[in-house]
C-alpha cells in the first residue's frame, strides 16, 4: 500500500506539475511577482497532494524569529521535500539552488524567472563571486536568501561539512542567519521513492545577528542546526541516532 500511495504521489506531481507550468507559461512575460505567486500556488497543491494521497503533513515551530527584512535562512537539507517547503514557508525567498536545474526546460524557466540564485558547483571562486553579487541583488529587493549550508541532502542522522559559501554570504551581506532544522528525512528519505505519513516538523530558531566572527558564527550554526535537527529525529521517533561520519556517508555514496 505505501508504495501505491508513492505512486499515486509522483503521477500527480509530475503531471499536475507539468500541466500547470505548461498552462502558465505566458506569466513569463510579467513581472517576476506574478512567477512567486505560482511557486506559492504550485507547492501548496503539491503539499496538498502530498497530505492527501500519503497522508505527510508539516508543522513550523519558531515564525517568531523570522527577522523583518533580508535575512539569509541556513536550513538543514534530508529531503527533496525542503526544496520543495522553502518556496511555501518563507514569502518570495532567493533560493540558492544548483545551476543543472536551469537547465531543465520550462521548470528551469519559471525558477529563472522567480529569481533564483544558480550556483555552478564547480566554479569555485568565479561561483562564489556569483552567488555574492546576486544574493547582493537579492538583499536590495528585501527579499530572504535561503540556501541549504551543506550544499547537498545527507541521510538521517549525518551531518555533512557546512560550505564556505554560507559564510562568505553572511560575512558580505551583514544581515541575520536564521538557522533552520528539520527532520523531513525520516518520511521522504534521501533519494527514495517511498514516502511514509506523519508531519515534518521544521525548527526556526533565533537568528544569528550580523557582524560576529566568520568562525564562531559557522560553529554556532552548526550547533545550533545539528542539536536541535537531532532533537526533532527523536521527537519523530528516531531511535538510534549513529555516530556523524563523513567516511561513512562517502562509503554510502
Do not use: C
Not at 540558492?96 to 555552478?120: C, M, N, Q
Not at 553572511?170 to 534521501?190: D, E, F, H
Amino acid at each position: 500500500m505505501k508504495a501505491l500511495r508513492a505512486l499515486v504521489y509522483n503521477i500527480g506531481f509530475f503531471g499536475g506539475s507539468g500541466l500547470l507550468m505548461t498552462l502558465a507559461l505566458p506569466l513569463l512575460v510579467f513581472p517576476r511577482r506574478w512567477t512567486n505567486g505560482l511557486a506559492h500556488l504550485w507547492t501548496w497543491l503539491m503539499f496538498t497532494w502530498l497530505r492527501l494521497v500519503v497522508g505527510l503533513d508539516y508543522e513550523v515551530r519558531g515564525r517568531e524569529n523570522l527577522p523583518a527584512g533580508p535575512a539569509i535562512l541556513a536550513m538543514k537539507h534530508q529531503s527533496a521535500w525542503d526544496t520543495l517547503a522553502i518556496f511555501v514557508l518563507f514569502d518570495d525567498p532567493a533560493v540558492v539552488l544548483k545551476r543543472e536545474l536551469w537547465l531543465i526546460p520550462v521548470f528551469g524557466w519559471f525558477l529563472r524567472k522567480h529569481g533564483t540564485i544558480a550556483i555552478d558547483r564547480d566554479g569555485k571562486a568565479a561561483a562564489l563571486k556569483k552567488l555574492l553579487a546576486d544574493a547582493e541583488v537579492a538583499k536590495a529587493a528585501g527579499r530572504p536568501i535561503a540556501i541549504f549550508p551543506e550544499g547537498t541532502r545527507g541521510p538521517v542522522g549525518t551531518k555533512l561539512p557546512y560550505q564556505a559559501g554560507v559564510a562568505a554570504l553572511y560575512t558580505q551581506l551583514k544581515v541575520p542567519m536564521v538557522p533552520i532544522a528539520l527532520n523531513s528525512g525520516l518520511y521522504w528519505g534521501r533519494r527514495a521513492f517511498m514516502k511514509r505519513s506523519g508531519t515534518v516538523l521544521v525548527q526556526i530558531l533565533p537568528a544569528i545577528p550580523p557582524g560576529l566572527d566568520r568562525r564562531k558564527m559557522m560553529a554556532r550554526l552548526e550547533q545550533d542546526i545539528e542539536t536541535t535537527t537531532n532533537a526533532l529525529l527523536v521527537e519523530g521517533g528516531w531511535e538510534k541516532p549513529v555516530e556523524n561520519s563523513v567516511d561513512q556517508l562517502a562509503s554510502n555514496r
